[in-house]
């Protein structure tokens, strides 16, 4: 799926189910606690923490899809279209980026 039918798929949800769009600033806070979230799986599946019983079955894809779908409804309801805007951002990176990360010794000399 582009990010273009994405953002459609999610404006057609919010209109037959949604009834409107929260408030962008009621969708930043809970783009936030999306994010936490998101961050407390991260921390007990990779990090040092361990999972309490009740968070053994948490789906980290679910969780990155709950982030996401807050940020393509803001997107949505401040007119940005994420096809384009993500495209000049990989545009951007790789200007600014393309020898940097390469020539890098910190990232060649890691144990992953």
Known sequence: MELKEAQEKVDQWIKQYGVCYFSELTNMVILTEEVGELARLIARKFGDQSFKKEEEKADLGDEMA???WVLICLANQT???LTETFTRN???KTARDKVRHINNDKLHNTNK
């Open 90 to 92: 990989m545009e951007k």
């Open 66 to 68: 709950d982030v996401l």
């Open 79 to 81: 007119g940005v279209d």
